[in-house]
């Protein structure tokens, strides 16, 4: 797929979006330039990283295609200098009350308990980070991203406002989409190519 972001080949229906965008991430994963690419985008995050200067961080537990957040945290050794946090959601039920997703302050240890939709996370106290990186599986250049439908990050964004977000995302995942009320933008967007503030 070499479909530009502005073009009209990408799907309008949300589900299907994400669909298209599964499958073009799948396929440029498997390409030697995502391994440059993924080097490239940690560079820079360190590099914001410096200039922002937070004193905790929160992470995300890879899924296929994603930029390997945490790996990359342990691979530059950030837990001696920074509180590190690992998000847990709960999805929502008849008991449960509302889905919603919490912070748990990560050792950087390869974790032994998975949240509520199977994905691994840390077991310590509950830390609201200063900084968050968050995944994107598709993004707009003013700071939109496209989840995976669950919600369970804007739900957390609207809730701490305060906290400054990069979404992480790979340039070719750009794409226009319709913003949606309960969408959060991102403080910054950051792909291998470059820094995007709006």
């Known amino acids: 797929m070499n479909a530009s972001p502005t073009d009209n080949t990408w799907p309008h ?4 979006l994400r669909r298209a965008l599964r499958a073009r991430r ?4 498997a390409s030697p330039e995502a391994r440059l690419a993924e080097d490239r985008l940690g560079e820079q995050l360190l590099d914001l990283l410096r200039q922002l200067e937070p004193l905790s961080l929160g992470l995300y537990w890879p899924l296929e295609g994603e930029f390997n957040a945490a790996d990359w945290a342990r691979a530059h050794k950030l837990d001696a200098s920074l509180q590190l946090a690992l998000p847990f959601a709960r999805k ?8 919603h997703m919490r912070f748990h302050r990560w050792d950087g240890q390869t974790p032994t308990v998975k949240d509520e939709c199977g994905i691994p996370t840390a077991t310590g106290p509950v830390l609201v ?3 968050l990186l968050v995944p994107c599986l598709g993004f707009t250049r003013e700071g939109y991203r496209l989840g995976y439908g669950g919600g369970y990050f804007d739900r957390w964004l609207e809730a701490h406002p ?3 977000t990069i979404g992480l995302a790979w340039a070719c995942t750009e794409l226009p989409f319709e913003v949606q009320p309960h969408d959060q933008p991102m403080t910054i967007v950051l792909t ?3 820094v995007i503030a709006p």
Do not use: L
């Open 13 to 16: 229906e949300r589900n299907e």
């Open 26 to 29: 799948r396929d440029w994963w």
């Open 92 to 99: 929502g039920g008849d008991s449960g009350g509302a889905a």
């Open 129 to 131: 980070p200063e900084v």
């Open 162 to 164: 305060g906290v400054t």
């Open 192 to 194: 291998e190519k470059e």
